[in-house]
């Protein structure tokens, strides 16, 4: 992370933003689950599997051109097999993994992204998701606009919260990770940003409190736009 010269930590030049659960609640699918037949506790369930696996593949999975690669509907389909004992049918599967592309942002979305652009900062925005999806999300809620990149971390980096995937963002940016900020509701993907450099803020409308387990975010707020604001008020870099 960069500092000033009396150690205060400095402004990014660009901001990555996490997709899934950040930008776009993923609450709205629960309908899916219910017409599928999916008791709404297993949606939760479903949730933390996807977690589970995207962790686990981060740690084993090949890599890409490794041939043993996995993509996000891979695990997002796996999930869901194994929540409900492989007894899902094929159309309600389907349905649900349609309904990813159909979820809307969060209120204070585009205005958390207006004010980052504003303030002269680039806008990319990075999940484990397909760089497909996250860009139909995005264009669908006329935010496509304000971000500059949309990257994936797969195919083309490493799952997060490895470190690849985040610097697979910051090398779209054009930047070294120190003048990267990233804004997630997620705490591991603000420890996996801050392993790699980056500065972090988390926001707090998914979590309700910073994990523990985790050094704190070096801003945060309760929403997105409080966040950014609190990741724009950083001193700026000196002008060389």
Do not use: C
């Not at 207006?114 to 935010?143: C, F, I, K, Q, S």
């Not at 910051?170 to 591991?188: D, Y």
């Amino acid at each position: 992370m960069a500092a000033s010269p009396d150690g205060r930590l400095l402004r990014p030049a660009a901001l990555v933003v996490d997709v899934l659960d950040t930008l776009f609640p993923l609450g709205p699918l629960e309908w899916r689950f219910r017409e599928a037949g999916i008791p709404r506790v297993l949606m939760t369930r479903w949730s933390d599997h996807l977690l589970r696996d995207s962790f686990a593949l981060a740690l084993t999975d090949g890599g890409p051109g490794s041939g043993d690669g996995r993509s996000f509907e891979d695990v997002v389909r796996g999930a869901l097999r194994d929540i409900t004992g492989h007894q899902i049918a094929p159309a309600a599967e389907d349905a649900i993994i349609e309904g990813l592309a159909w979820l809307d942002p969060r209120p204070e979305a585009s205005a958390a992204l207006a004010a980052a652009r504003g303030a002269g900062l680039g806008v990319a925005t990075l999940g484990n998701g397909d760089a497909g999806l996250h860009r139909a999300l995005l264009e669908r809620a006329d935010l496509l606009d304000l971000v500059d990149h949309v990257v994936a971390a797969r195919p083309t980096s490493d799952w997060k919260p490895a470190p690849g995937a985040y610097l697979a963002a910051a090398r779209a940016l054009g930047l070294p990770p120190e003048r990267v900020g990233l804004v997630s509701g997620h705490g591991w993907d603000v420890a996996g940003a801050r392993r790699t450099g980056l500065v972090t803020g988390w926001s707090g409308h998914l979590e309700g409190r910073f994990p523990s387990l985790f050094a704190p975010p070096d801003a945060s707020g309760r929403d997105l736009a409080e966040t950014v604001d609190r990741l724009l008020a950083l001193p700026a870099a000196p002008v060389a």
